[in-house]
């Protein structure tokens, strides 16, 4: 049961079939980008989108359904992946094997077994011709050369960035966006940080480390993890056994227990360590597992819910989707997903 479990969450949380959708971060969104509130349900097995309010805005009849990114969403109709807008109409059509969310205008889609990059029109801007691409980000892309040998970053006319001191052999890492002008590289089991030209602004030599977030990074310093600054001066100090990204101005750590708090930019707790597993803040809202059970707490640390459901997503334009796990008559997991507001309060009651 608890290998079926984790299949399970894998399937649910990075994507079903050979299909690559982005992760919501808890990042803002570009001023740009269009913002539709609008979340993908199930019911009766079938896909449809309700309102913040819990109203069916468009009906349930896709195999697949996705997040809106950039004023149009992700969905699979008849076993094609298409792009519909806020009014359920299809706007991109085409024989696409995977695809990605839209960000900045454009989104990245597989065809032929090669990755390029469509606009709103379903026009390519970039044509098909690396092996492996991710959404741009501060108008770059992270992608893989089509003959396998080398990853790296392109710009919006999908030229490769190549600055003096680009790191020579940039190895694949998952989070390889930029955020505040600066993206998490790695080469040689050492991580740095590049500036939008593909300048080596921080050099390769942690260990381990996170992408920039709220201006401050995670990077292990010998056994213990601190926070720098743009600039890659030490921020604060490495105390910390394990730690995670900065949002709404407090990160997940833990320093002297086998249990997390958060803290602010001084380094200093603000939340006590007392939860067996954290997630970063979103929309000032972070999930946290107390035993067997996740809720979420505010920024002052208090919990909007008692710790009753099974799974969480970070909150997304004022909601979160949650998870229960049910066993059927044979006795087999199934999953409900259903989502609540920032008070913890039902908008939907999970369905399947």
């Known amino acids: 049961m608890k290998k079926l479990l984790i299949l399970l969450l894998t399937v649910l949380f990075v994507g079903t079939g050979c299909q690559i959708v982005d992760s919501i971060t808890g990042e803002d969104s ?17 896909w449809g989108y309700i309102n913040k309010s819990g109203a069916m805005i468009i009906e349930p009849g896709f195999q697949e359904a996705y997040h809106f990114n950039d004023g149009l969403a992700v969905v699979r109709d008849s076993w094609r992946w298409k792009y519909i807008d806020k009014n359920g109409e299809f706007v991109i059509e085409g024989d696409f094997q995977n695809v990605r969310s ?27 011709r690396f092996r492996s691409a991710t ?8 992608v893989r050369s089509l003959d396998y040998s080398e990853y790296h970053y392109i710009d919006e006319n999908g030229n490769k960035l190549d600055a003096l001191n680009t790191p020579s052999e940039m190895d694949f890492i998952e989070e390889s966006s930029f955020y505040g002008n600066r993206a998490l590289v790695r080469d040689n089991n050492l991580y740095g940080y590049i500036d939008p030209s593909g300048n080596t602004v921080i ?5 381990e480390a996170l992408p920039f977030s709220d201006e401050l990074a995670a990077v292990l310093i010998s056994d213990r993890w601190g926070f720098i ?28 227990s086998n249990q997390f708090g958060f803290i602010d930019k001084t380094g200093s707790f603000v939340i006590t ?19 067997d059970r996740w809720t979420f ?56």
Do not use: C, H
Not at 30 to 46: F, K, R, T
């Open 203 to 207: 050099e390769l030599q942690y260990s």
């Open 30 to 46: 570009s001023d740009s980008e269009e913002i539709v509130e609008l979340y993908p349900v199930l019911l009766n097995g079938q």
């Open 273 to 291: 360590e007392q939860f067996d597993e954290v997630r970063p803040f979103s929309e000032e809202r972070a999930p946290v597992r107390i035993g």
């Open 135 to 142: 959404s741009f980000s501060d108008s770059r892309a992270f």
């Open 102 to 128: 839209f960000s900045e205008g454009k989104a990245a889609v597989r065809v032929d077994g090669r990755w390029g990059y469509i606009n709103k029109e379903g026009n390519f801007l970039i044509n098909p």
């Open 297 to 352: 707490i505010g920024t002052d640390g208090v919990q909007i819910s008692d710790p009753v459901f099974d799974e969480v997503d970070p909150f997304y334009n004022g909601l979160a989707r949650i998870t229960s796990f049910t066993l059927n008559d044979e006795n087999e997991l199934e999953l409900e997903f259903g989502y609540i507001d920032p008070d913890g309060k039902y908008i939907w009651y999970p369905t399947q």
């Open 229 to 256: 600054d743009p600039s890659g001066g030490i921020a604060i100090s490495p105390q910390f056994v394990s730690a995670g990204i900065f949002n709404n101005g407090l990160a997940p750590a833990r320093k002297s």
